[in-house]
């Protein structure tokens, strides 16, 4: 089965450094992983998304790799602020055309003022 | 405006009850989805509905049976609660097209069976 890890279950930081949260998959590459944000009570949030043939995406202060050597991707938020704790979850498709997601466990982040 | 919402918010039932949670979504997508979050956090596929058409059913006891109505909503009812069935359930949907999907979560349910 198509599996994804997230080994850090929490990361502590200070404000205005670069989170770094890693996400590894095994077997085939997936064609696309997805992140996720999820705060305490709500439902995830969709945050970027990023294809199997792309290396790098961005969006504001978020970066997400795709290392399809290493089976995988790194999420970065710079200039951390207190805003962005929460749990960030990295997800692959289950199967191709199935459309239901596969997660891994999440990785708590926490930034200190 | 909510874009996926669930009712309700919170269950507290007794083992051997019957209960459904009831979802919405005013996106206009055409596929939709319930996953169950454990104590762990764990996020696990459950079911997913594609223009009311079951597409995934995955290793679910027989007791949690879904019910599309229509592509806007999917309900989910499970007879004979256990224990085990504590958790927080989540409802999505996605659009289908692009080959990638996105998803839109619900706010969750927890289901506290006591």
């Known amino acids: 089965s198509q599996k994804i890890e997230q080994n850090s279950e929490a990361l502590n930081i200070q404000e205005g450094k670069t989170a770094t949260l890693t996400c590894n998959y095994t077997?085939?590459?997936?064609?696309?992983l997805q992140w996720y944000r999820q705060d305490p009570g709500r439902g995830p949030v969709f945050l970027l998304l990023?294809?199997?043939?792309?290396k790098e995406k961005r969006k504001e202060r978020l970066k997400v790799t795709f290392d399809t050597t290493l089976k995988q991707s790194l999420f970065h938020i710079t200039a951390s602020q207190p805003a962005d704790s929460a749990t960030y979850l990295c997800?692959?498709?289950?199967?191709?055309?199935?459309?239901?997601?596969?997660f891994g466990s999440g990785t708590r982040l926490q930034v200190q003022p | 405006d909510t874009a996926v919402s669930q009712t309700p918010k919170y269950l507290v039932t007794q083992m051997g009850n019957d209960k459904s949670i009831k979802c919405e979504q005013n996106l206009g997508h055409d596929t939709m989805y319930w996953y169950k979050q454990d104590s762990k956090k764990f996020l696990k596929i459950m079911f997913s509905y594609n223009n009311k058409e079951l597409i995934i059913n995955e290793t679910v006891p027989n007791r949690f049976s879904p019910k599309s109505p229509d592509k806007a909503h999917l309900n989910l009812h499970i007879n004979s609660l256990e224990l085990g069935d504590s958790a927080v359930y989540f409802c999505?949907?996605?659009?289908?097209?692009?080959?990638?999907?996105?998803?839109?979560f619900g706010p969750g349910t927890r289901l506290t069976v006591t």
């Open positions: 999505a949907s996605s659009v289908t097209s692009g080959g990638a999907y996105e998803q839109y």
């Open positions: 990023i294809r199997e043939n792309e």
């Open positions: 077997n085939y590459s997936p064609a696309y």
């Open positions: 997800a692959r498709g289950v199967e191709t055309g199935r459309r239901a997601l596969t």
